[in-house]
């Protein structure tokens, strides 16, 4: 997927790469991107660029945004792909992480022109673009869990393994018996099981919508994907690097020695919550965009299930709480001037992602299991206890916020 430029990242509405019409139907397209994961590489025969680009005449921002299919062969002949296409990789980045996937300058048209060929519509490049977008958001928010249950899994090895300490029998004891160490695992564990699941019930939205066989279902079970895609994406790279840090941390001195591997995956997740959409980016669109899914009603079915849960599982009182610091923090961005939800919205999202992930781990917990029992009661005591704090930072935070963001651009 091509869309960075230098100057147009969150911001598409600032690119400047252009395509014209060749008399046979094809385009030629000039311009440059950057940050192209696998612009180039030898491991394919082949690689089908999606780029986007702008047409002569096409109107400003993002509605005037097309998207190419370009392919670095071009069909010779014979039928085999041998023409070198007038695209180049003109250098690779050198990265904090993910340093086994190259991330690559590409220029198009230097000697006259790339050859592509137009996807879909002219100028709704971007919505055939999202189709992607949202599938690769849900991944990359896998990523996130992928690499926090890596590090939460290499963390609890080392914990049950290392010594140091008096236990309870006075010889040296694992560190994991260790109530400090305990916690830090326990957190690893909680947040990636959350952020599962989490993901989870987003796919299992997904896959509904498309099987639905009435309307109006698959329009809802639409929405609620749309409306979890966000979180999904955000929350689970957050915690992704929040779990890869305590990682470290279980380490110790170890951890900060690439040897160990604790600190590659730290290295590696940060990438995360950048890309797909800054983290703050997705904030911005669950606030803006998800919570209006059918005049809030998307949101409003999922507070209720939310409710549900919490009320149907008392062991854990704190979810009550947490559901009910979410649902006054969602009433007030209803509300809200936009500036102002703007500036909440970040911690809503997380404030979401507890309420919501501590309720379907509760859910969970109901199998009786005591692993899963433990776990839950964990996450809903001392995670989810940090939901009406978070409410807080919602509702007068982001008030004070803007205030604080003024005094600085001053
Ligand atoms: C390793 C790697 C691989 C990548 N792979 C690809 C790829 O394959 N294809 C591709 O097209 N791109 C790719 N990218 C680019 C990536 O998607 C962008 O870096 C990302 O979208 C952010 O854009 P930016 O870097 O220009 O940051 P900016 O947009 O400049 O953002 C800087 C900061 O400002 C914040 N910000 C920006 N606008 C707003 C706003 N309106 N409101 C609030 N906050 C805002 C952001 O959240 C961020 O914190 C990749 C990047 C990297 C590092």
Do not use: W
Request: aromatic share 6%; net charge neutral; proline share 4%.
């Amino acid at each position: 997927m091509n869309l960075t430029e230098p100057q147009a990242g969150s911001d598409l509405a600032l690119l400047r790469a252009r395509a014209e019409r060749n008399d046979d139907g094809s385009f030629r397209l000039f311009g440059q991107k950057i940050f192209i994961t696998y612009g180039e590489h030898d491991l394919s025969d082949n690689i089908v660029h999606l780029v986007l680009a702008r047409l002569p005449g096409a109107p400003p921002g993002t509605r005037g945004i097309s998207l190419f299919l370009t392919p670095k062969f071009l069909p010779d002949a014979s039928g085999g792909f041998t023409r070198r296409n007038d695209l180049r990789c003109a250098g690779i980045e050198h990265k904090l992480g993910v340093n086994g996937s190259p991330t690559c300058t590409m220029v198009y048209g230097d000697a006259g022109g790339a050859t592509a060929f137009l996807v879909g519509e002219e100028n709704k490049g971007l919505a055939c673009m999202f189709t992607m977008m949202n599938n690769a958001r849900l991944a990359v928010g896998l990523q996130g869990v992928a690499l926090a249950e890596r590090a939460t899994q290499q963390a609890l090895a080392y914990a049950r393994e290392r010594r140091q300490g008096r236990g309870e029998g006075g010889g040296a004891a694992p560190i994991v018996q260790h109530p400090d160490v305990a916690r830090m695992c326990l957190t690893m564990t909680a947040l990636t099981q959350a952020a599962r699941a989490i993901c989870y019930e987003t796919a299992v939205s997904l896959d509904r919508a498309k099987r639905e066989a009435d309307p109006a279902q698959a329009s809802r079970k639409r929405e609620r994907a749309g409306l979890l895609t966000p979180i999904a994406k955000a929350f689970s790279t957050d915690i992704g690097n929040e779990v890869a840090s305590l990682g470290v941390q279980v380490f110790g001195g170890m951890g900060f020695i690439e040897e160990a591997g604790a600190s590659q995956l730290l290295r590696d997740v940060r990438i995360a919550a950048i890309y797909e959409g800054t983290n703050g980016i997705q904030a911005i669109d669950l606030v803006t965009r998800k919570l209006k899914l059918s005049g809030g009603a998307a949101l409003t079915r999922e507070i209720d299930d939310m409710r549900a849960s919490a009320e149907s599982a008392a062991e854990f009182g704190a979810l009550r709480e947490a559901v009910a610091a979410f649902e006054s923090a969602s009433r007030f961005m209803e509300s809200a001037e936009p500036r102002v939800a703007l500036a909440g919205a970040t911690p809503y999202l997380r404030l979401f992602a507890l309420a919501r992930g501590g309720t379907l781990l509760a859910k969970g917990a109901a199998s009786g299991e005591p692993r899963r029992i433990a776990i839950a009661r964990f996450f809903a005591d001392n995670l989810a206890v940090a939901a009406p704090g978070l409410a807080k930072v919602v509702t007068a935070g982001a008030a004070s916020t803007l205030e604080g963001g003024a005094a600085l651009e001053a």
